[in-house]
């Protein structure tokens, strides 16, 4: 009698031990639940919580309107959320250097294997107090939209919406830049308050943004980071079968980059049929603005972070 009760005393507590085992992140997405730049952690979401059953789950809360775009990065330092899905430029007011993300002109693979990955990651760990586990969007460049027809390639007289991404650029071309959220795109627009807005070639649809956008101008530049970092305090308490499981759907997460051209293509397709219209001001041209737009960038990226700026240029190779 005895005997059977601790027997079914020790498998209770091992049960029990398998259940504590498993652990709960809360995530969220600096952009909205259900567009462009969330979609693919979304999935990726789904994929931890199958993949992870009973080792590890992932709680997303949501986006934006749990917690705005620009305090997304210091939501994960203070612990406030485990993990997000969140731009660099999005939290550059504790990380300036984190810019230099969208001039890495190499693939994940590649950084993971020559030190850029190591270094950009020792830097967050110190500076965000988080741990870098996936990139995304590494092959999709960013664009200027614009409602007031440029014939030359100057932006003086224009106010455009910008984030940390775009500003420098807006700026050493003559422009105005008025930084704002993802979620003030339309208003700012609408009420004329900018001229014009930097984006990704893909997501203008999902907000309604192509209601209120008449030019797009070609080329686009840089390329879009959008990645997913975790509490390193809670990244250091998982154990090894729980970073795998996170590892595991990391890797999986960015090569779901493979279906951007096509995503690409169909976006710029969609935006002729909504009737935006390109400029482009033909090879040479589209060189310079390439060019200043690169050396812009990197200029503040040394100015703010005269460390590391150079090291992250020597790495991300461009
Ligand atoms: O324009 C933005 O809000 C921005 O910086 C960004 C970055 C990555 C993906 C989408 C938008």
Do not use: C
Not at 123 to 134: I, P
């Amino acid at each position: 009698m005895l005997r059977s009760l601790l027997i079914a005393l020790s498998i209770f507590v091992s049960a029990q031990a398998a259940v504590a085992e498993e652990v709960t992140l809360r995530a969220v997405s600096s952009f909205a639940e259900g567009t462009q730049f969330s979609k693919n952690f979304e999935r990726f979401v789904k994929k931890v919580n199958t993949d992870g059953k009973g080792i590890i789950k992932i709680n997303y809360i949501g986006g934006p309107r749990a917690i705005p775009p620009f305090e997304v990065g210091n939501a994960v330092r203070t612990g406030v959320v485990d993990m997000a899905n969140v731009t660099t430029a999005f939290y550059t007011n504790l990380m300036p250097e984190a810019d230099a993300s969208k001039l890495f002109d190499k693939p994940m693979s590649e950084q993971r294997k020559d030190g850029t990955w190591d270094y950009f990651n020792k830097l967050l760990n110190e500076k965000v107090n988080a741990y870098y586990l996936a990139r995304q969007y590494h092959n999709v460049p960013f664009h200027i939209y614009l409602n007031k027809k440029i014939d030359k390639l100057d932006f003086t007289g224009l106010k455009i919406r910008v984030t940390p991404v775009y500003k420098d650029m807006v700026e050493a071309l003559g422009g105005t830049a008025i930084t704002t959220a993802p979620g003030e795109v339309y208003t700012a627009l609408e009420r004329g308050v900018v001229d014009g807005y930097g984006w990704p070639i893909t997501g203008i649809f999902d907000l309604g943004w192509d209601k209120v956008t008449k030019y797009r101008l070609d080329p686009g530049f840089y390329r879009v980071e959008v990645g997913v970092i975790v509490n390193l305090d809670k990244w250091k308490s998982l154990n090894d079968a729980q970073r795998k499981v996170l590892t595991d759907a990391a890797l999986w997460l960015e090569n779901l980059d493979s279906e951007n051209p096509a995503a690409i293509k169909a976006e710029i397709e969609r935006q002729a049929k909504a009737g935006i219209q390109p400029i482009d001001f033909g090879p040479a041209e589209s060189k310079r603005f390439i060019d200043i737009a690169n050396e812009a960038a990197w200029k503040a990226i040394i100015k703010n972070a005269p460390e590391s700026g150079p090291k992250l240029r020597e790495l991300g190779g461009n």
